[in-house]
């Protein structure tokens, strides 16, 4: 190899960061080298002379998902927490389960099925269950059951999803989002065996996970009632937010409910879903016609 | 930053710092406030060494400490040992001040940091004859429950 | 039972404390080391017992970099990977930790969801 072009570890970082931006929508300045260095670090390491444009190289000249999934899973940093934000639950328990009950009374559907497009560790599914079993438990409702729903939880990292699936957390998990009416979530579903608090097997044993790229169409034939993408989009460049929104719209039942970050802003440039708001909270809904012009 | 380092630029790159690394590592918010600084009883104390020396402090009230030492570990507040609050708020320290190191070296300036200290005692103060300026500002958890106090001093 | 275990080597004992935290869930015990220089003893003492070093970089007495350096030098230590858990960031500490045969390098302040999917990503998860 010619080492006479070769560029400098700094003109290395730089392509790389635009390569980061292009792929995964992130803008990192100069300022934040740092991160993406060490973020990328094991990637730097397996490459074949241990640097910056080596790893450039490989990621440009072999294009292909799993590079990709790896870059993007190097940046994210998978933080979440016990029923994350008000929002989608108190949408869910003023108006979405209300409706979605009576359709299941009146047989109208048959099952809701609920997915988790990014899983990370699977606080989110897992909330949702409880907070499902829970809304029953407090309305004495007996004729509907968890059986009534499928929970499916999905992440492009598949280490995640081993922890995820155990349903064992430690005390600092545990520590977050068990507050307010939340606060005895804990007590009531988990069991601390000394070492870790592990979820109850009835919680745990109902939901599906699998590793899912939400860039990539699915050919499966499942349909969905409630979808919760939240945090995930502000790693995407626009183009593939569309993308994504887009993959989950046509997996989305007619009038199915999504649920996006609250300081996420997911206009009707990309997303198909239309936009319910108050004044307090958003959410979005899949509504005859697509809010953008496919 | 470029040439001499700009204040300005430094306390947005230190505020930015401590509320990420606060938002991650504890699970909470921490928001600016104007009111006064709650009782210092354990201060983590670092020094940013390069043209102009910085003294990086973090203090607390032993109550603040062992309610943010408890968030990071998962440790009830009140089975923590005295040891454990301390390196907690010494480690806290550390990581913003490593942090907010590695975002000012990306530059051309090059500093070095001190390994972090810990001064404890009820109510204390720190003062420093040749202090020139610095930035003090007061944080509440977004619970409202705890203050923080971070402060940069030019020395 | 002949667990595997997560050699922690850290100055600040509320680092591995965490870190503790994270192995109990994925079924890993715990070694703890509060320099370089004790977690070379303990690696001597324990050969086999160790499935992954969390190693800081600035310690006293020996650095996590002088350690990797020693640990690397014992061919027995091959195939155990060693991750990198500072708040150093800068890209000369980070290529230096990679040429010393570092796998990864997780940042301070990290998620305890990322901990996890890390310590998963090099060694593997829970058994179910």
């Given amino acids: 190899m010619s080492s006479a072009i070769r560029p400098t570890d700094d003109q290395a970082l730089k392509l790389l960061a635009d390569f980061v931006e292009q792929e995964c929508g992130i803008y990192l300045d100069e300022s934040k080298n740092y991160l993406l260095i060490s973020r990328l670090a094991g990637m730097i390491g397996e490459t074949v002379d241990g640097s910056i444009y080596a790893l450039y190289q490989k990621l440009t000249q072999q294009p292909g998902m799993a590079l990709t999934e790896r870059l993007i899973n190097a940046i994210t940093t998978n933080e979440t927490t016990w029923f994350r934000e008000q929002t989608p639950w108190l949408i869910l328990g003023e108006i979405v389960l209300p409706t979605m009950i009576t359709e299941l009374r009146s047989g109208t559907k048959l099952k809701i099925r609920i997915w988790s497009a990014a899983a990370s560790t699977g606080q989110e599914i897992y909330s949702t269950v409880m907070y499902i079993d829970n809304y029953l438990r407090l309305n004495k409702i007996v004729d509907i059951t968890l059986n009534n729903f499928e929970f499916y939880a999905t992440d492009i990292n598949s280490a995640v999803l081993q922890v995820a699936t155990a349903g064992r957390y430690d005390a600092i998990a545990m520590q977050r989002g068990f507050s307010g009416e939340f606060a005895d979530y804990r007590d009531r579903y988990f069991s601390n065996s000394g070492r870790y608090w592990e979820l109850a097997a009835n919680i745990r044993g109902r939901v599906t996970f699998s590793k899912r790229n939400l860039l990539e169409k699915h050919a499966g ?74 | 930053m470029s ?38 009883d354990i201060s983590g104390l670092l020094i940013l060494i390069g043209e102009q020396p910085i003294v990086i402090r973090i203090a607390v009230s032993s109550a603040a400490a062992g309610h943010f030492v408890s968030l990071m570990t998962g440790i009830a507040e009140t089975e923590l040992s005295e040891a454990l609050v301390s390196d907690g708020i010494a480690e806290l320290t550390n990581i913003v001040s490593g942090r907010a190191k590695a975002i000012i070296n990306a530059d051309s300036a090059r500093y070095r940091l001190t390994p972090p200290a810990i001064i404890e005692g009820n109510s204390h103060r720190l003062l420093f004859k040749s202090r020139t300026a610095g930035f003090c500002q007061n944080y509440r958890s977004s619970d409202g429950r705890f203050g923080l106090t971070f402060e940069l001093i030019y020395v | 039972m002949n667990e595997k275990k997560i050699l922690a080597v850290d100055d600040s004992a509320m680092i591995r404390k965490i870190i503790s935290g994270a192995a109990a869930v994925l079924g890993y015990g715990l070694l703890e080391a509060g320099n370089g220089q004790e977690a070379l003893v303990i690696a001597e003492r324990q050969p086999g017992a160790i499935a992954l070093v969390l190693l800081d970089i600035n310690m006293p007495v020996m650095s996590g970099l002088e350690f990797l350096r020693a640990f690397r030098a014992n061919p027995d230590n091959d195939t155990i990977p060693v991750a990198i858990v500072s708040t150093e960031s800068e890209s000369s500490s980070v290529f230096a930790a990679i040429k010393l045969g570092a796998q990864a390098y997780i940042l301070k302040p990290f998620s305890i969801e990322e901990m996890e999917r890390k310590i998963v990503e090099l060694i593997g998860g829970p058994e179910l």
Avoid at chain 1, 230 to 245: D, G
Wanted: glycine content about 2%; hydrophobic content about 45%.
């Fill in chain 1, 221 to 294: 034939n499942l349909f969905y009632d409630i979808l919760f993408l939240r945090y995930v989009l502000i790693y995407f460049s626009e183009t593939n937010k569309k993308i994504a929104l887009a993959n989950l719209y046509e997996q989305a039942n007619k009038n199915a409910v999504l649920f996006c970050g609250n300081s996420e802003i997911v206009d009707n440039q990309i997303n198909p879903f239309t936009r319910i708001a108050d004044s307090l909270r958003a959410y979005y809904r899949k509504t005859d016609k697509a809010c953008w012009q496919v």
């Fill in chain 2, 3 to 40: 040439g001499r380092f700009d204040l300005n630029a430094l306390q947005t790159i230190f505020s930015e710092v401590l509320t990420n690394t606060t938002q991650v590592f504890m699970g909470i918010e921490l928001l600016p406030c104007a009111a006064p600084a709650p009782d210092a």
